[in-house]
C-alpha cells in the first residue's frame, strides 16, 4: 500500500516459464496491453528480465477509499535455457527481481504449456521457484496452462485435461490448492482473459494479506541488466 496516500495498492508480480511457454504473452494478458514482447519462435524470445507497471484507477474500495491497482509485473527470461547455463539464468533472475521487487513478491506465476507433455524441464523450472523463493512460494503461486485454445481445439475440455494429467502435474496442482489458470492465447484481454486472471492474482495476495514472499538467498551476482517501463 502506498503509506503517503493510501490509494495506491501495489502488487509485485514474478513470471517464471520455460522457454516458448507463454510466458510474455501471460504478462502481456495480466496487464492487458502489449508491453512485453511475444511471438513463436525456434528459441527463447525474451532475453533478458523486464519490469513493467501499469495502474488500474479504481480498482477497489477499502475502509471506504477507493483505491487504484498498481500491477508491477517482472519477465524472465525463459528456465533452462538452451543458450546459456541455468546457473547464470537464475542468477539474473534472481539479482533482477531483488532490484524489482526490495522485499519480494506478492504472487508468482509460473507459466506451464497445456499443450505439450510435463517433464523434467518443468520439474528444473518448480526448483528455480524454490531455490530463489524457498518452500512458501506455493502458497503465493499461480499455476498458468497455457496454450489452452490448442487443447479445446483437440475437444479436450479443463476438466478432462486435469483428469487425464500424469500424476507429477497433478501433485503440483495439489501442492498449490489447485490455484490454475487455462490461458487462451487467441482471446482478446477486455473480453474474456486479463480480468479474470487478474483477479485471480488479486485474489491470491489478499488471502496472503498482501505480504510479499521475501527471496531464500541475497544474490551477489548483478546478472544482465533488467529495463523497466510504466505506465
Not at 508491453?35 to 471506504?64: D, H, I, M, N, Y
Request: hydrophobic fraction near 40%.
Amino acid at each position: 500500500m502506498d503509506s503517503a496516500e493510501q490509494k495506491i495498492l501495489d502488487l509485485n508480480i514474478l513470471l517464471l516459464g520455460r522457454p516458448q511457454a507463454g510466458k510474455s504473452a501471460t504478462g502481456n494478458t495480466i496487464l492487458g496491453s502489449v508491453e512485453f514482447l511475444s511471438r513463436l519462435s525456434p528459441a527463447a524470445v525474451t532475453q533478458e528480465c523486464r519490469l513493467c507497471c501499469k495502474t488500474f484507477p479504481g480498482f477497489l474500495r477499502r475502509q471506504g477509499c477507493e483505491l487504484a491497482l498498481r500491477l508491477r509485473v517482472l519477465d524472465t527470461p525463459a528456465y533452462p535455457s538452451c543458450l546459456v547455463s541455468s546457473e547464470q539464468v537464475k542468477q539474473d533472475i534472481m539479482a533482477s527481481a531483488e532490484r524489482a521487487f526490495v522485499t519480494g513478491p506478492h504472487v508468482v506465476v509460473l507459466v506451464l504449456r497445456a499443450d505439450v507433455p510435463f517433464c523434467k524441464e518443468d520439474w528444473q523450472l518448480i526448483q528455480l521457484a524454490e531455490d530463489i523463493l524457498g518452500p512458501s512460494w506455493r502458497n503465493h503461486s499461480l499455476l498458468i496452462l497455457s496454450h489452452y485454445d490448442r487443447v479445446d481445439r483437440a475437444k479436450i475440455r479443463g476438466e478432462e485435461y486435469l483428469r487425464l494429467a500424469p500424476e507429477a502435474l497433478q501433485a503440483l496442482l495439489e501442492s498449490v490448492e489447485h490455484r490454475y489458470h487455462f490461458l487462451d492465447n487467441s482471446k482478446e484481454w477486455l473480453q474474456r482473459e486479463g480480468r479474470l486472471l487478474m483477479d485471480k492474482i488479486f485474489n491470491i495476495a489478499r488471502k496472503n494479506k498482501y505480504e510479499t514472499l521475501p527471496f531464500s538467498t541475497n544474490s551477489t551476482n548483478l546478472g544482465k541488466s533488467m529495463t523497466s517501463v510504466s505506465e
